[in-house]
């Protein structure tokens, strides 16, 4: 029972030192021994757990994608309306994802590694899949199954979108401009 324990513990620990590498120095200059020195670990230590730095950079995604879907579901738990409910994710999105740099900067190099490798091409599309099955979601109430569709895409899109020039320039736009963009564009129907 321990060591099953120990060994989740450890691949926790692997997952989110590659997490910092990645905000740090970006996927081209990620290494499985650059992990294992963040990690405290010896770099052969790092195979007894993962196979590759595919399967760490995989486990990865599937880590930020539970992390996000649970401070999203926390986020609008409670709401007494649809609406209530966007709002609240809304505002989960613009302080926890979009103006967050560090967590764009790991994002954004998973999915510059999901363009090189089909295993994390699928890792992203699953990450794609969920975020705009939650925001189909909350449209439910709130629009015709294929409009819902199109407006989880649109936000999702939107949503990046802004983060990528969050990235490139800093203070190109503050909190309420960008929950204001959102929530405005939301509102209109596609």
Partial sequence: MGRTNNASQRQEEIIWALYDCLAEKGHEKVTV?????????APGIIHYYFDSKDQIVVRLAEALLEKYSSLLTAAIAGAASPEEKLIKAIDCIVDHMILERTINRVFFNLLQMSYEREELGLAAQKMFERYRGFFENIFEDMAAP?????????????????????MVDP?????????????????RRI
């Fill in 146 to 166: 294929r409009e819902r569709k199109l407006l989880a895409a649109k936000l999702v899109a939107l949503t990046e979108g802004i983060s990528i020039q969050v």
């Fill in 33 to 41: 021994k650059e992990i294992a020195r963040r990690a405290g670990l």
């Fill in 171 to 187: 203070g190109a736009f503050d909190r309420d401009t960008v929950r204001r963009l959102i929530i405005e564009s939301c509102k």
